[in-house]
C-alpha cells in the first residue's frame, strides 16, 4: 500500500512537471506567434501590399527558423502566394492572422498569414523527460518505501490492526477508552496519538446517530422545497413560452410594417411623379401667362395668374418634400459626400431666407465662435435643404419685429452645431413630442402660418441622421424655439454615414445596412439615459437578427454558395453583441459601450465590402423571387 501511494505521489509530481514544461512550450509557440505579429506583420503587410517576392520569402524563410515554426504561408483571396515550410497534417497549432493596410481612410484586408507549428516535436521533448523522470524517479521512490514500510509495520502498523480489528466488530457504544486501550498498546502513564485516536473514534459514532437524525429532517425539508421549485420551474416555463410568442409576433410585426412602409413608399414616389408632371406644365403655362407679350390681360387677370404661380410653387414645394420623404423612407437617398466648411453654406442659406424675413420685419444674426474653421463631412445640398428648413420656420412662425439667431460652434465630441434660435409664438409642450412626426404641424393656428403640411421637420430629421447628424429643440410656449443640428466632423471616427460605395445592390439587403448604421449612431447620442440607450442596445440586436433572417432567406433564394459560412458570420456578430450587452448590464461600464460602437463600425464595414457585395451577382435576375419569398416571410 505504501509502496503504491509513493508510486502515485511520483506520477502525480511528474504529471505536474510535465504539465508545466507542456504549457512553457505552448507559451513559447505563443510567444512565438506574438512575435510573428509584434515585429513581423508590419513589414509583411507593406511587402505584400508591394508584392516585393523577394523580401517576402527571405522574411518568411527567417520566420520558419523559429523554435517549432514548421510552416508559414501568405493566403490572397483563399490561395497561398507565398509559403516556406513544409504544412503538417498531424497534431499542429495553426493562427490565421489578417494582413490589414489602411488606404484612403479605411481598413482593406489584403490577405492573411498562416503560421504553423508542429506539436509532434513538444511531444517528443516531453516524452523522453518523461522517460528520464520516471525512471529516477521509481528507484527513488522504491528505496525510500522499504525504508517506510519497515519503520511503519514496526511502530504503527501491529497496532493499527488491532484497532482496525475493534473497529470492524459489534462493540457496543459505550466501550469505555481504557478497555480499549488496554488491548491495543502496552500499559503507559499517557496515552499515545493512537490511544487518543481511538477515544475520538469512539466519541465520533456517538454523534453519527444524532447526524442521521439532522440528515432525515434536512431530507424531509429538501423535498418540500423541490416540490415549490418544481411549481415555480413551471410557472417560469408557462412566462417564457409566452414571450417567445409576444418575439415572434413582434418580428412579424416588424416585417409586416417593413412591408406596408415599402409599399406606402413606393406609392409616395409615383404619384409625387404623376403630380409634378402636370404641375410643371401649369407652372410653364402660367409663367407665360404672366409676361402678357401681348398686353391682352386685364390688371386682375395678372393678379389671377400671380396668384396660381404663387400656389404652384407652394404645391410644387410640398410634392417635392413627399418625393424627398418617399426616397429617404426607401432608403434610396442619394449622397453626395464631401468634406467642407459650413459657415458659408449657412451664410447663403440666411441669404436666401432673407425675402422671406424682411416684409415680415424679423431680423437674423448670424453668430460664430473665435475658431479656425472646421471641416464637417455631409452633403452640402441636403444640409443645405435642412438648414432652409429651420430657417423659413423660424421666420414663418416669428412675430412681426420678432428675431432668429444663428449660432454655430464645435462641441466636445467632434460635431459642429447649428443653432436656430427664434423669438416665435414657440411650441405647447403637448405637441413637442410630435414635432417631427409626419403631417404634423407645430402651431395649428391659421393666423400664425398659412402654409406647410408638417413634412418639412420629418424629412429633415431623416436626412440629418442619413448624414450622420443629430436633431432636436427645446421651445417654450410664448418664448419661442431652439432648434439645433449636430453636424460630423471630418475627423469624427465614430459616426457612421452611408455611401453609395457601401450599396450591394439589393434592395432589401442596402435598406437593412442603413437602418442598422443609424442605430449604431443613435448609440453614440450625447447625454443618451441609460434606459433610452438600453433600448437601443436591444433595438440593435433585434434588428440585427431581422436583418440576417432576411439575408439569408434572399442568399437561399438565389443559391449563394457560402452560405453556411456567411451564416456562421452571423451567428458570431450575435453572440458577441449579446456578450458586450450583458457585461455592459452587468457593470453600466461606458467603455463597453465604446468596444461595442468600435466594433460594430468596423465589422458592418468590412463584412459588407467584403461579403455582403458577392450577393449582388447571384441576385441578378431574381428579384421577383427574392420580393416573394420576403412578402412570405413577412406574412409568417
Known amino acids: 500500500m505504501v509502496v503504491g501511494a509513493s508510486t502515485l505521489i511520483t506520477i502525480v509530481t511528474t504529471s505536474i512537471q510535465l504539465y508545466s514544461d507542456y504549457k512553457s512550450d505552448l507559451a513559447s ?5 506574438a512575435s510573428i505579429r509584434i515585429s513581423h506583420l508590419p513589414s509583411l503587410i507593406q511587402d505584400v501590399w508591394t508584392a516585393d517576392d523577394t523580401l517576402i520569402h527571405t522574411q518568411l524563410n527567417g520566420l520558419v527558423t523559429l523554435r517549432d515554426i514548421t510552416f508559414i504561408a501568405i493566403e490572397e483571396n483563399g490561395k497561398i502566394s507565398w509559403m516556406a515550410g513544409k504544412r503538417e497534417e498531424g497534431d499542429v497549432v495553426e493562427e490565421h492572422i489578417a494582413l490589414i493596410r489602411e488606404y484612403q481612410g479605411k481598413d482593406i484586408t489584403i490577405g492573411n498569414l498562416i503560421v504553423q507549428a508542429d506539436l509532434d516535436a ?13 525512471a529516477t524517479n521509481a528507484l527513488k521512490t522504491f528505496l525510500i518505501s522499504i525504508f517506510i514500510l519497515i519503520i511503519f509495520h514496526q511502530l504503527i502498523g501491529k497496532r493499527l490492526m488491532t484497532i482496525s ?3 470492524k466488530s459489534d462493540h457496543p457504544r459505550s466501550l469505555e477508552v481504557e478497555s480499549l486501550v488496554t488491548k491495543v498498546a502496552e500499559p503507559q502513564d499517557k496515552p499515545d496519538e493512537i490511544d487518543k485516536l481511538v477515544g475520538a473514534v469512539l466519541n465520533h459514532r456517538q454523534t453519527i446517530h444524532k447526524a442521521y437524525q439532522e440528515m432525515n429532517a434536512a431530507n424531509q425539508k429538501l423535498d418540500q422545497l423541490n416540490a415549490e ?11 417564457i413560452g409566452q414571450h417567445k410568442v409576444t418575439s415572434e409576433a413582434l418580428v412579424k410585426a416588424k416585417s409586416a410594417a417593413d412591408e406596408l412602409s415599402r409599399v406606402k413608399s413606393e406609392f409616395l414616389a409615383s404619384m409625387s411623379h404623376e ?6 406644365a401649369i407652372l410653364g403655362y402660367s409663367q407665360m401667362l404672366e409676361l402678357n407679350m401681348d398686353k391682352t390681360l386685364s390688371e386682375a387677370q395678372s393678379e389671377y395668374v400671380s396668384h396660381v404661380i404663387e400656389g404652384g410653387y407652394q404645391l410644387l414645394h410640398l410634392v417635392n418634400d413627399i418625393l424627398d420623404l418617399a426616397k429617404i423612407e426607401a432608403n434610396r437617398v442619394d449622397l453626395d459626400l464631401s468634406d467642407f466648411d459650413p459657415l458659408p453654406l449657412i451664410q447663403r442659406c440666411i441669404s436666401q431666407i432673407f425675402p422671406l424675413a424682411e416684409p415680415a420685419g424679423v431680423t437674423i444674426k448670424l453668430e460664430t465662435e473665435n475658431r479656425t474653421p472646421q471641416l464637417v463631412r455631409s452633403d452640402a445640398a441636403r444640409l443645405r435643404q435642412v438648414l432652409t428648413n429651420l430657417l423659413s420656420n423660424a421666420v414663418k412662425y416669428n412675430h412681426a419685429g420678432g428675431s432668429v439667431i444663428v449660432r454655430v460652434n464645435t462641441i466636445h465630441d467632434d460635431y459642429v452645431r447649428v443653432m ?6 414657440g411650441i405647447p409642450k403637448q405637441k413637442q413630442s410630435n414635432v417631427f412626426k409626419l403631417f404634423h404641424r407645430a402651431v395649428a393656428d391659421a393666423a400664425v402660418a398659412t402654409d406647410g403640411m408638417g413634412i418639412g421637420l420629418a424629412v429633415s ?33 465614430t459616426v457612421l454615414i452611408w455611401t453609395d460605395d457601401l450599396r450591394v445592390g439589393v434592395d432589401a439587403i442596402d435598406s437593412d445596412h442603413q437602418g442598422i448604421f443609424a442605430l449604431i449612431n443613435e448609440i453614440s447620442r450625447e447625454n443618451i439615459r441609460t434606459r433610452e440607450l438600453q433600448g437601443i442596445v436591444d433595438r440593435m440586436i433585434s434588428y440585427t437578427s431581422y436583418h440576417f433572417r432576411r439575408e439569408e432567406l434572399i442568399m437561399e433564394v438565389c443559391g449563394y454558395p457560402d452560405l453556411i459560412q456567411h451564416k456562421a458570420l452571423h451567428r458570431k456578430l450575435e453572440a458577441y453583441i449579446k456578450g458586450l450587452k450583458s457585461k455592459w448590464e452587468k457593470s ?16 458592418w464595414i468590412s463584412h459588407i465590402l467584403d461579403v455582403d457585395t458577392k450577393i449582388k451577382q447571384h441576385a441578378t435576375g431574381k428579384e421577383h423571387e427574392i420580393t416573394m419569398a420576403l412578402q412570405v416571410l413577412a406574412k409568417n
Not at 275 to 280: A, E, F, V
Open 29 to 33: 509557440i505563443d510567444q512565438s506567434f
Open 122 to 134: 513538444v511531444y517528443q521533448r516531453l516524452l523522453d523527460k518523461l522517460l528520464i523522470v520516471l
Open 165 to 167: 480489528q475493534f473497529l
Open 229 to 239: 421549485l418544481a411549481e415555480q420551474n413551471s410557472v417560469l416555463s408557462d412566462e
Open 275 to 280: 403630380l409634378r408632371t402636370p404641375l410643371n
Open 420 to 425: 436656430v434660435i427664434d423669438s416665435g409664438h
Open 461 to 493: 430629421k431623416m436626412l440629418v441622421e442619413r448624414l450622420g447628424g443629430r436633431i432636436s429643440f427645446i421651445s417654450e410656449e410664448g418664448s419661442g424655439s431652439s432648434f439645433w443640428v449636430d453636424i460630423p466632423l471630418a475627423k469624427n471616427t
Open 588 to 603: 453600466n461600464d461606458a467603455t463597453i459601450l465604446t468596444e461595442l460602437r468600435k466594433f460594430l463600425r468596423e465589422w
